[in-house]
């Protein structure tokens, strides 16, 4: 988990890749809030903005973990991209969603203009664990601020393993 140590920049707190990298998480008991951006060709237009007002409702409702965070990214379309928060329990104004099944992972660290090798990469691994990848999410572990402090842009890819 995360300690008030990690908060370094009083936003994203520093990422710790050994605890996500080749590593199988259950996602079935946990609880998730659901917000979508806007994309131009994949390329987010307002994350800044609804991942604040999420953020915000989140701790509101005093719903955040003091231990660990997560927000899980799915491209619906080149226009549109669905975010899940990791939530405690029921936030004012969001409807709650639960990720069925387990989830290998792995994590990747570069300019998110390399992302397409990094799913390349990422369906190799995926081939000698799953039959195919059926469902994928992204982790991105800090803003880009934040990223810019720390010196790393850790991106860890989350698929979805056959049952």
């Not at 099944?101 to 081939?127: A, L, P």
């Amino acid at each position: 988990g995360y300690t008030e140590e990690d908060n370094v920049t009083g936003c994203c707190p520093v990422f710790h890749p050994e605890m996500y990298d080749n590593q199988v998480f259950d996602l079935s008991d946990y609880d998730f809030i659901k917000n979508s951006t806007l994309s131009f060709m994949y390329m987010p237009l307002n994350m800044d903005k609804v991942f604040t007002r999420t953020m915000d409702a989140i701790n509101r409702d005093k719903q955040a973990y003091d231990d660990r965070y997560l927000i899980l990214s799915k491209d619906v379309s080149p226009f549109k991209c669905d975010h899940y928060f990791l939530v405690k329990g029921n936030v004012d104004g969001y409807k709650s969603h639960k990720i069925e099944g387990r989830f290998y992972t792995k994590v990747y660290d570069g300019d998110f203009k390399e992302i397409s090798n990094w799913i390349k990469d990422f369906e190799k691994h995926m081939k000698t664990r799953s039959k195919h990848l059926k469902e994928m999410f992204v982790f991105y572990t800090t803003c880009p601020n934040c990223a810019k402090v720390y010196g790393h842009n850790y991106v860890v890819l989350f698929g979805k393993l056959d049952e």
